[in-house]
Structure formats: C-alpha cells, structure tokens
C-alpha cells in the first residue's frame, strides 16, 4: 500500500479533495495529515473524514520531532495542501523527490517567500498577465523553485476579481492535484 501524508496550514480544501479522491482506492491510504495551526480548518475536515489529524507548533518542525515522526510513518509521499512554512534542508535530503507542492501560478512567475492565496492572485491581475494557473513542482531548499511536475493554465480576464481569479485556479488544483499525486504513486 501506497502512504500519503499532507501537511495543510488552512481551511484544507484541497486536503480534503485528494483524501476524497483517494478513499475508495485500496492502494493508497492517507495516513494523516499534520497542520502548524490549531485553529486550521484542514483538523476539522479530518474529523469529518475520519482522517487522523495533529497540530505541532514551530519549535516541533524546527526540531527533529515533525521528521521523525514523518520518518516512522514511511511515506511514499508528503504532499503540501497549503502548507505555508519552509521545508527544512534535512527533510528534502530524507525525502528526496518525495514532498510535493501545488503553487497558485504558472512558476517561475509569481513565486517565492509570500507568495502564497490571494497575494498571488492580486500580483497575477496587477501584472496584467492574461493567463494564470497551477504548478505542481517537487520541494527543494527554496521556496517554489523545485522540479515542475506539471502545469495547467487558465485565462484571465481584465475584469476578473481576485475572488474569480482564486476560484478558477482552485478547480485546476482539485482537478489535477490528486491526477499527479496518482501518477507520481504508480511510477514510484
């Protein structure tokens, strides 16, 4: 059996859709998911799921804690669903080619430290670009600046609201988020 587990730091929309994708497949198992905020959304979506869920603070992450759990857990992969601190160097070198990230906009453009939500969306529509979309890229030491795995685009529309921006870019992730998770397992 394949394991997942997902680190989320918000509401867990996109937690919950590849949980949901995957709950019928025998092959796969999404052991838990682990969040850096008490208050997340993401922990009561689990409950919901019936997902084992747990909050760790930054000392946590920062010490070996958080990675050796992950450790003992053995995943085949660690997906990020919104997860907003910097993976640490030890992590990537433990999980080589194994944490994944799905960035709101078509990287290299629109990456980096803050960019992250709608702060995305707001420097797509000021840019005046006429396209946006996802990236979904292997971690490395720096934020958005691992392998690109695949990329989808979208159109945007000199009228579009960030709040339109944000939901077309949402239903590319919930398309393809789990389709490349999926692919990436069975090439594993």
């Given at each position: 059996?394949k394991?997942?587990i997902?680190?989320?730091?918000?509401?867990?929309?996109?937690?919950?859709?590849?949980?949901?994708?995957?709950?019928?497949?025998?092959?796969?198992?999404?052991?838990?998911?682990?969040s850096?905020?008490?208050?997340?959304?993401?922990?009561?979506?689990?409950?919901?799921l019936?997902?084992?869920?747990?909050?760790?603070?930054?000392?946590a992450?920062?010490?070996?804690?958080?990675?050796n759990?992950i450790?003992?857990?053995?995943?085949?992969?660690?997906?990020l669903?919104?997860?907003?601190?910097?993976?640490?160097?030890?992590?990537?070198?433990?999980?080589?080619?194994?944490i994944?990230?799905?960035?709101?906009?078509?990287?290299?453009?629109?990456?980096?430290?803050g960019?992250?939500?709608?702060?995305?969306?707001?420097?797509?529509?000021?840019?005046?670009?006429?396209?946006?979309?996802?990236?979904?890229?292997?971690v490395?030491?720096?934020?958005?600046?691992?392998?690109?795995?695949?990329?989808?685009?979208?159109k945007?529309?000199?009228?579009d609201?960030?709040d339109?921006?944000?939901?077309?870019?949402?239903?590319l992730?919930?398309?393809?988020?789990?389709?490349?998770?999926?692919?990436?397992?069975?090439d594993?």
């Amino acid at each position: 059996m394949k394991k997942l587990i997902i680190l989320a730091s918000g509401s867990g929309t996109n937690a919950e859709n590849i949980i949901r994708y995957f709950e019928h497949d025998a092959a796969v198992s999404v052991v838990c998911v682990l969040s850096n905020k008490s208050n997340a959304g993401v922990l009561n979506r689990c409950d919901q799921l019936q997902i084992p869920a747990f909050y760790f603070n930054k000392s946590a992450f920062k010490s070996d804690k958080v990675l050796n759990f992950i450790k003992c857990e053995n995943p085949d992969l660690i997906i990020l669903a919104g997860f907003l601190w910097k993976i640490p160097l030890e992590w990537v070198h433990t999980f080589p080619e194994k944490i994944v990230n799905v960035h709101p906009a078509l990287l290299p453009k629109f990456g980096g430290k803050g960019m992250y939500g709608n702060h995305v969306h707001q420097a797509v529509k000021e840019s005046g670009d006429s396209e946006t979309g996802i990236t979904i890229h292997l971690v490395n030491e720096e934020y958005d600046k691992g392998s690109i795995l695949f990329q989808a685009s979208t159109k945007v529309h000199v009228d579009d609201t960030i709040d339109a921006i944000a939901a077309k870019v949402h239903e590319l992730e919930y398309k393809h988020y789990p389709e490349v998770i999926h692919k990436l397992l069975q090439d594993g």
